[in-house]
């Protein structure tokens, strides 16, 4: 079966810079799109970022310039570079995979989630 599995999250300051990466399994992986997205405590689900099958990436407002995704098909890996993080930044952090083509950021569009790593930052 799919299974899509985040790690790297944890409790940082404020300006500090974490990687999370999601290794996905159970899926031809480079047909998919992938794509982030987070839920603060109280909060929907907010979109952050996609990457189609082919490399093209969208991201949510809030987080360009900062965040960075990218994905590596020979590991079946996406990642999400996430710059001078910001207290408003601490989440949930799910990755999805769904269908491949560009800007996919609807949440409903996406097939499979995983379970999500906490990324909290202290101001």
């Known amino acids: 079966q799919v299974q899509l599995v985040e790690s790297g999250g944890g409790l940082v300051q404020a300006g500090d810079s974490v990687r999370l990466s999601c290794a996905a399994s159970g899926l031809t992986f480079n047909t998919y799109g992938m794509a982030w997205f987070r839920q603060a405590p109280g909060k929907e689900r907010e979109f952050v970022s996609t990457?189609?099958?082919?490399?093209?990436?969208l991201s949510a407002d809030s987080v360009k310039g900062r965040f960075t995704i990218s994905r590596d098909n020979a590991k079946n890996t996406v990642y999400l570079q996430m710059n001078t993080l910001k207290p408003a930044d601490t989440a949930v952090y799910c990755c999805?995979?769904?269908?491949?083509?560009?800007?996919?950021?609807?949440?409903?569009?996406?097939?499979?989630w995983g379970p999500g790593t906490q990324v909290t930052v202290s101001s």
């Open positions: 990457i189609s099958r082919s490399g093209m990436t």
């Open positions: 999805a995979a769904g269908p491949g083509g560009y800007g996919n950021a609807k949440s409903d569009n996406y097939n499979y």
